[in-house]
C-alpha cells in the first residue's frame, strides 16, 4: 500500500462558499441596492419574482418562499390538513428537520429504513410500516438523490396517503427522468451551504395544488387570506420558531443564483 504524504499544515476550509459569491457578487450587491431603495423587504416584488422563476424551474404550478426548510415542511404539512396525533412516515435515516417539521406540525413520526443503494425511503418497507393513522409519507432525497418516487407513489396510491417531499438537498436533482415534485407539495432549504444557498435561512415549497399555496401564502402572513382579513389561526406560531415571512435579500440573492443553475440561463 503506498501513503500519500499529506502536508499537516494544509488548511482546508471546512465550508468556503466565497467561490460561488464571488461570481455573482456583482449582482447580489446591485440587487440588493435596489432592494433598499425600494424598501420591500417583506413578500414585496423580488420574492414574487423568485416564486416565479423557482416554480418554472421545479416544473410546478406555484412557489411560495417561506423563512426555511424546516418551515416549508412544516406548512406543507399544516396546508395539507395534518391533524394532531396523525402518523407521517419519514426516513429513518435524515437531517433532523424532517422530524422536527412532522412534530412541530402536530404529527407522529415513524422512521422507516432506507435502501442501501440510494439511503432514500424504502417502498417496500414503507407500504409495511403504514397503518390507518397513517397519513403522510415524506420522502427525503438525501445527498442530491431522489427517491424512488415511482415506487412510493405506487404505495401511497394503493394506501392512500399524501407524499410530502423533502427536497431539501435536491434542487435540480432527476431520477427517471423526473425532479422533484411528484408529491402533493415538495420543500427546499435554501440554508447557505445548500446546492441553493441565500445568504441567511430561506425556504419554499413547489406545488401544483392551488389550495394548498393559497394557505401557506396565509399562513405565512398571520393567516390573512386578503388585507386585514384573517380567516386562519396562526397555529404556526406555536414553539420558538420566527415568524416565517418570506425571506427579504435573502431570497433575492437566491434568486440570483436560481438563474444560474443549468437550463435557466441568466445573469452570471
Ligand atoms: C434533509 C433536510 N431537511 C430539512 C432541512 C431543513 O432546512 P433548513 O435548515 O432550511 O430549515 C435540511 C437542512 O439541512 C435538510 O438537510
Excluded at 402536530?106 to 422507516?112: A, D, F, L, Q, S
Excluded at 445568504?199 to 393559497?214: F, H, P, R, S
Excluded at 427579504?248 to 435557466?264: D, F, K
Amino acid at each position: 500500500m503506498t501513503e500519500t504524504a499529506i502536508d499537516a499544515q494544509l488548511p482546508v476550509p471546512f465550508l468556503d462558499l466565497r467561490g460561488i459569491h464571488d461570481e455573482v457578487a456583482d449582482g447580489i450587491l446591485a440587487d440588493i441596492a435596489a432592494l433598499i431603495q425600494s424598501g420591500a423587504f417583506t413578500n414585496g416584488p423580488a420574492v414574487g419574482e423568485f416564486e416565479e422563476a423557482f416554480a418554472d424551474y421545479c416544473d410546478a404550478s406555484y412557489c411560495v418562499g417561506v423563512a426555511s426548510g424546516l418551515d416549508a415542511l412544516r406548512l406543507a404539512l399544516i396546508a395539507a390538513d395534518l391533524q394532531s396525533g396523525d402518523r407521517v412516515i419519514v426516513p429513518a435515516h435524515t437531517f433532523i428537520a424532517t422530524f422536527e417539521a412532522v412534530t412541530q406540525a402536530g404529527g407522529v413520526p415513524v422512521p422507516v429504513d432506507v435502501l442501501e443503494a440510494d439511503y432514500n425511503l424504502d417502498p417496500a418497507a414503507t407500504a409495511d410500516a403504514i397503518d390507518d393513522r397513517t397519513r403522510f409519507v415524506v420522502p427525503v432525497h438525501l445527498y442530491g438523490q431522489l427517491a424512488d418516487m415511482r415506487g412510493l407513489a405506487d404505495v401511497a396510491a394503493r394506501h392512500d396517503v399524501a407524499l410530502i417531499e423533502d427536497a431539501a438537498q435536491a434542487h435540480g436533482a432527476r431520477r427517471d427522468g423526473h425532479g422533484p415534485g411528484t408529491g402533493l407539495a415538495t420543500a427546499f432549504s435554501f440554508y447557505p451551504g445548500k446546492n441553493l444557498g441565500a445568504m441567511g435561512d430561506a425556504g419554499a415549497l413547489v406545488t401544483d395544488d392551488g389550495k394548498l399555496a393559497q394557505t401557506v401564502r396565509a399562513l405565512r402572513e398571520h393567516g390573512q387570506t386578503s388585507k386585514y382579513r384573517h380567516e386562519r389561526q396562526p397555529d404556526l406560531h406555536r414553539g420558538s420558531l420566527p415568524r416565517p415571512a418570506a425571506p427579504r435579500r435573502t431570497v433575492r440573492a437566491s434568486r440570483l443564483r436560481a438563474w444560474q443553475l443549468p437550463g435557466r440561463g441568466g445573469p452570471g
